[in-house]
């Protein structure tokens, strides 16, 4: 089987709140996503996505995505989409860094391979675990009473995991992350999300503010060795997110025993193949792990129920449904939540099928 052709589309995905907020007054109102739609000779296709939350998240922007692809995309034509680690390693090889670049490409190959195997990628990815993942809520960076309203009536909605945008000032943060627990029963997990936005005497005073609560703590500070040394005056089981966008750093994190958690952002890594393979190292570690991206829509979503799935319940903390905070569907039998909680599809590939009118035009085509 071969790469035929290689099809990019932009699509905007507004939000069904009208704007999303977190740490250093960052906001996004639309975010841009770019789809890809690999074709091969023998009539499969196979598609992915890549949204990055911004350009001040991470190093990453919606323009470079497509920039990036423009650069690998006429180099893989005529190459196997199902040998999805060879297709990685040449990414690589051809552009050096630039993983949220290459993820809709390889989470497309895996798409195809899916469908050549007759599986859906749940299977190929280590097999399903459990009948459903537990899925959290993000809660847009608001004040305190706004952001415990808003997740009483998510947990009315089944949501029980709640990812709570803090890393502003640390008094109101406080306020937020106690406000929030209060409301909440002993059984909900409650994640305080700093998204690095707290500089290092903030981040210690927050955490020793709340270390009576039954909270996470994720990603204080913008450096790992901020990170690490918070970390070192907590008990409060600690998540890193940000700063783990590599096999290397994840190493170094689990030789100095940094974290409880981590998230892991399948675009982060470049894409499935390298977010299973740090999912498999961490696991039998111990590690609890919340199986999630940067952002996105129905493609997204799906890829991330694949992996989530797959990840043994009893390293799985929890995951997301980026297709519920958007208003633009971009496939048909995408993962829907039910009560808090969702499914991996069961069909071959990602199970999935893009609703050409939704994407519209393609902006490049390489054949």
């Not at 998540?239 to 750093?249: A, C, F, G, H, P």
Request: charged share 25%; aromatic share 6%.
């Amino acid at each position: 089987m071969k790469i035929k052709t290689i099809k990019v589309y932009q699509v905007d995905l507004p939000l069904h709140e009208g704007q999303y907020n977190w740490s250093g007054g960052k906001s996004v109102q639309t975010f841009d996503s770019t789809v890809v739609l690999i074709e091969t000779d023998e009539g499969l296709s196979g598609i992915g996505e890549s949204c990055p939350l911004g350009p001040v998240y991470l190093p990453s922007y919606a323009a470079g995505v497509r920039t990036g692809i423009k650069e690998l995309a006429p180099q893989l034509i005529g190459d196997d989409p199902t040998q999805v680690s060879v297709m990685s390693r040449k990414m690589d090889a051809l552009l050096k860094g630039h993983p949220y670049v290459k993820s809709a490409i390889d989470v497309a190959c895996w798409d195809i391979l899916g469908k050549s195997a007759g599986r859906p990628v749940v299977s190929l990815l280590g097999g399903r675990d459990g009948e459903a993942v537990r899925l959290y809520r993000a809660i847009s960076q608001e004040d305190p009473e706004i952001m415990a309203r808003k997740v009483k009536g998510y947990k009315d909605e089944g949501y029980t995991c709640f990812q709570l945008k803090v890393g502003g000032d640390p008094d109101t943060d406080i306020e937020r992350i106690h406000a929030v627990r209060d409301m909440l029963d002993s059984s909900d997990v409650l994640v305080a999300d700093a998204n690095t936005g707290w500089k290092l005497h903030a981040a210690k005073r927050v955490v020793s503010a709340v270390r009576k609560l039954d909270v996470y703590i994720e990603q204080p500070c913008e450096t790992y060795e901020e990170c690490l040394s918070v970390r070192e005056h907590t008990d409060l089981p600690f998540v890193l997110d940000e700063n783990i966008d590599s096999l290397e750093m994840v190493l170094r994190a689990v030789a100095d025993r940094a974290m409880d958690a981590v998230n892991i952002k399948i675009s982060k890594l470049g894409g499935l193949t390298k977010a299973r393979l740090v999912r498999d190292l961490l696991c039998p570690l111990g590690i609890a792990l919340t199986i999630e991206d940067t952002w996105g829509g129905d493609i997204v979503t799906a890829s991330i129920a694949h992996l989530a799935h797959s990840t043994p319940s009893g390293n799985r903390l929890t995951s997301t449904d980026f297709n519920s905070y958007v208003t633009h569907d971009l496939a048909e039998n995408a993962p829907r939540r039910v009560d808090g909680f969702m499914q991996a599809p069961g069909r071959p590939g990602l199970g999935i099928d893009l609703i050409p009118e939704a994407v519209g035009e393609p902006v490049m085509v390489f054949s």
